[in-house]
């Protein structure tokens, strides 16, 4: 068995090849998954992640490692656009359903739980939640102020990454030069208070019909989404861990600004080993949730093919 | 079809469902044989189990690639088969070997559930109704219509339908 643990690669999307797996402790992993955002049903591109690394963690409890394996639930903070406009996917669902936001995340945590199980995936060893750490997060944000790489405006906290490029390296994972991204980003409309188009939220400060907030030494607010996963993987994995895992459409900028964050705050990368799960696509097409190219887990579920979960796993 | 690696994008449709679902139940089918088998040789013929259980490994090992285990599942699947109709031998030795691996393989890594193939029970459902239609069948034969309606009626209660045609008669499942 020694053999075989020793010729485990694992693609690491950092240096882009395959690495023999060497991990930081002997015959332990600490893997970090990126979890749903529980705003909707779980749709089958998501569930292609999660399966991905179900194998993995099923494989390297095979061979006989200790794992620890933890999958955040993102609750808050998960905004519409990746450019920290637009509503909080939460926060809107709640207000066009008229429920309190805890019961559209209860809602879909449950259809999550409910759907991984019908796909046999294995429960996380530690399953955090965004909204249980958010002092977690503030202690972090008030680090990255501290130490130069975070700013305040009207209330917000925002990441400077032409700082932070000065020391660092903003793009190692997603290969992206931020020269490259100046020139292809929109100029905002005005409204942001962002000193560049490519910084990125560690802190909003809630606008009044915004109904999901905490207090924080910069205004009333909620935490960025990039933050929490700095926060809830450092918490439970250290300062550096062995691999931090996603869909690949994670990779940036959610990834990228993590490395960067953990980079100020911890200065490590979070994780040896960045693994990404391609996407799945419906008879050619990108699934999409506004396009009718897109299927629920549950349309699988034929009362003809009771084993249909099992064969969509198979198939992955 | 079931060929995608984590890192490749993976394409679901209606046939990729189909040939995975195939290729379920001959894997299924196979640890079925594998489960009762007994009839041991003293030699192994023409199927290197322990290169087998290598190349297992070898596949995962090489970045989780779970298209190349699978293929080397379908290779046991084929050489069972063999052993089974008794063009193949296996030795105990090697038989427990194939067999853990390949269970835990499937079951431990590759996290398939064992479902008794539920065609079984299909298939009982549907011997169970060959006898009421064709009792049924018999019924308007012999002009009893209130009996065979009465049958069809009640099976309608149940959400069974049946579907007379000139020459017999089927069912659907609502």
């Known amino acids: 068995m020694q053999s075989i643990v020793q010729n485990l690669k694992i693609y690491n999307s950092i240096t882009g090849k395959k690495e023999a797996l060497s991990t930081i402790v002997d015959g332990h992993v600490g893997m970090y998954v990126c979890g749903p955002t529980v705003y909707s049903n779980v749709h089958l591109g998501n569930l292609r992640t999660f399966t991905s690394f179900d194998i993995i963690y099923r494989y390297l409890i095979h061979l006989g490692y200790k794992i620890r394996y933890v999958r955040n639930i993102t609750d808050v903070g998960h905004l519409e656009n990746d450019e920290d406009q637009g509503e909080d996917r939460i926060s809107k669902k709640a207000r066009l359903e008229n429920l309190e936001p805890m019961e559209v995340v209860q809602k879909y945590t449950n259809d999550f739980h409910e759907t991984v199980r019908k796909f046999n995936l294995l429960p996380p060893n530690i399953e955090p939640t965004a909204t249980g750490h958010i002092l977690d997060q503030i202690k972090l944000i008030q680090k990255i102020i501290d130490r130069g790489v975070g700013y305040v405006v009207n209330g917000s906290v925002y990441f400077d990454v032409f700082e932070y490029n000065k020391s660092s390296n903003y793009g190692i994972l997603s290969k992206r030069n931020l020269e490259d991204l100046i020139h292809n980003s929109r100029t905002l409309d005005g409204q942001s208070d962002k000193k560049n188009p490519q910084d990125f939220a560690l802190w909003k400060k809630a606008e009044p019909k915004h109904i999901m907030k905490w207090d924080s030494p910069w205004s009333e607010g909620f935490p960025g989404w990039h933050i929490e996963c700095t926060a809830m993987s450092n918490k439970y994995l250290g300062d550096i861990f062995d691999i931090h895992g996603g869909g690949i459409d994670l990779k940036f900028p959610h990834h990228e600004c993590e490395i960067a964050q953990s980079n100020v705050c911890f200065g490590t990368n979070a994780a040896n080993y960045w693994v990404h799960a391609n996407m799945l696509t419906l008879n050619g097409q990108k699934m999409s949730k506004s396009s009718d190219n897109n299927i629920l887990p549950d349309e699988i579920f034929h009362q003809d093919l009771l084993y249909f979960p099992k064969l969509f796993q198979n198939l992955l | ?174």
């Open chain 2, 1 to 174: 079809m079931l060929q995608a690696h984590y890192r490749n994008v993976l394409d679901l449709s209606n046939d990729a469902l189909l040939a995975s679902e195939k290729g379920y139940k001959k894997i299924i089918e196979a640890l079925n044989l594998l489960e009762n088998f007994k009839d041991y040789s003293e030699i192994t013929s023409n199927f290197d189990v322990k290169k087998w259980v290598d190349d297992c490994y070898q596949a995962m090992n090489d970045d989780f690639n779970t298209p190349i285990l699978i293929a080397n599942i379908f290779e046991a699947v084929k050489f069972i088969n063999k052993i089974n109709v008794g063009s193949e031998k296996i030795s105990e030795k090697d038989y427990k070997i194939l067999s853990n691996t390949i269970s835990s393989f499937i079951f431990d890594v590759m996290g398939l559930e064992k479902i008794n193939i539920s065609s079984n029970v299909n298939n009982k459902l549907d011997d169970v109704m060959d006898i009421i239609l064709e009792l049924r069948n018999d019924a308007r034969k012999n002009k009893d219509y209130s009996l065979s309606d009465k049958i069809r009626d009640m099976l309608k209660n149940k959400g069974i339908s049946i579907n007379d045609s000139d020459k017999n008669s089927s069912f659907t499942i609502n």
